[in-house]
């Protein structure tokens, strides 16, 4: 039996992000710059409320 290969553990991973279009449709593209592990997410996919300050709301 071969031994087993762990792949490395890198958590927390250090994104590089840049954009890609696949299938015609606009993607995150993470690389790990320790790991090299790679993961594509449409843009679609990121809501925008996610993306908005918390400081943003006026204070009353």
Not at 31 to 56: F, G, M, T, Y
């Amino acid at each position: 039996m071969p031994p087993i290969v762990q792949a490395p553990h890198c958590p927390p991973h250090y994104w590089e992000v840049t954009s890609v279009r696949i299938d015609g449709v606009c993607h995150y593209h993470h690389r790990c710059i320790k790991c090299q592990a790679e993961k594509d997410i449409p843009l679609s996919a990121s809501s925008s409320n996610k993306w908005v300050s918390r400081h943003s709301k006026v204070k009353q």
